[in-house]
Nanobody
Framework: EVQLQASGGGLVQAGGSLRLSCAAS????????IGWFRQVSGQEREAVSC?????????YYAASVEGRFTISRDNGRNTVYLEMNNLQPEDTAVYYC????????????????????WGKGTQVTVSS
């Protein structure tokens, strides 16, 4: 059974930091591209960051988070992390991790409709 478990969300003040984790099981983790997406109620789910398969290692960041967020993967632990620094109120959302069997990351590939598997989200709330 495929499982993606996101954790690490919480309430933080503006300027603070959080680290999200996405623990995966049930598929060949190192061959999959993994992404973080976020959604505010009533709005479309948007891509935050993606990382290619272990043989690729490329990363993508949305313009709104570049320079503040860092994505990484630990294939030994089947886990992807999203380090979020200098959080702002506009970062408030439910954050989801997802996996795409098309492993390498290329331009335009970090989009929600490419993802094959999704985990339940974790809430991130940033107060001003």
């Amino acid at each position: 059974e495929v499982q993606l478990q996101a954790s690490g969300g919480g309430l933080v003040q503006a300027g603070g930091s959080l680290r999200l984790s996405c623990a995966a099981s049930g598929f060949t983790f190192d061959q999959y591209r993994i992404g973080w997406f976020r959604q505010v109620s009533g709005q479309e789910r948007e891509a935050v960051s993606c990382i290619g398969s272990s043989s690729d290692g490329s990363t993508y960041y949305a313009a709104s988070v570049e320079g503040r967020f860092t994505i990484s993967r630990d294939n030994g632990r089947n886990t992807v992390y999203l380090e979020m620094n200098n959080l702002q109120p506009e970062d408030t959302a439910v954050y989801y991790c997802a996996a795409d069997r098309r492993g390498p990351l290329y331009s335009g590939s970090c989009v929600y409709y490419y993802m094959d598997y999704w985990g339940k989200g974790t809430q991130v709330t940033v107060s001003s």
